[in-house]
Nanobody
Framework: QVQLVESGGGLVQAGGSLRLSCAASGRIRVINAMAWYRQAPGKQRELVAAITSGGNTDYRDSVKGRFTISRDNAKNAVYLQMNSLKPEDTAVYYC?????????????WGQGTQVTVSS
């Protein structure tokens, strides 16, 4: 069974910083892409940032220059450094991984971590 466990969310004032972490565990052979999504109340879940196994990154326009995604392949972990946070960044943030286990390739989600930015 694969698990993704996130940590690092919390309450911060506008302009502040947070660092989210996500570690994958289980019978994992290869982790392909990893990503962070977020979902604000009443809104659809949206992609925030993604990173491939080779380190190529992609960001949604609203976070470019403020957020940085990185990964540690040895630890099966992905991180999201969030700087210059804005109230509109408030959401539940979810870790996502496209990975291959002994049996098959699949897409997995973490349980989510709340990020609240006060004005």
């Amino acid at each position: 069974q694969v698990q993704l466990v996130e940590s690092g969310g919390g309450l911060v004032q506008a302009g502040g910083s947070l660092r989210l972490s996500c570690a994958a565990s289980g019978r994992i052979r290869v982790i392909n892409a990893m990503a962070w999504y977020r979902q604000a109340p009443g809104k659809q879940r949206e992609l925030v940032a993604a990173i491939t196994s080779g380190g190529n990154t992609d960001y949604r326009d609203s976070v470019k220059g403020r957020f940085t995604i990185s990964r540690d392949n040895a630890k099966n972990a992905v991180y999201l450094q969030m700087n210059s946070l804005k109230p509109e960044d408030t959401a539940v943030y979810y870790c996502n991984a496209d990975l291959t286990t002994a049996g098959s390739r699949g897409n997995y989600w973490g349980q989510g971590t709340q990020v609240t930015v006060s004005s």
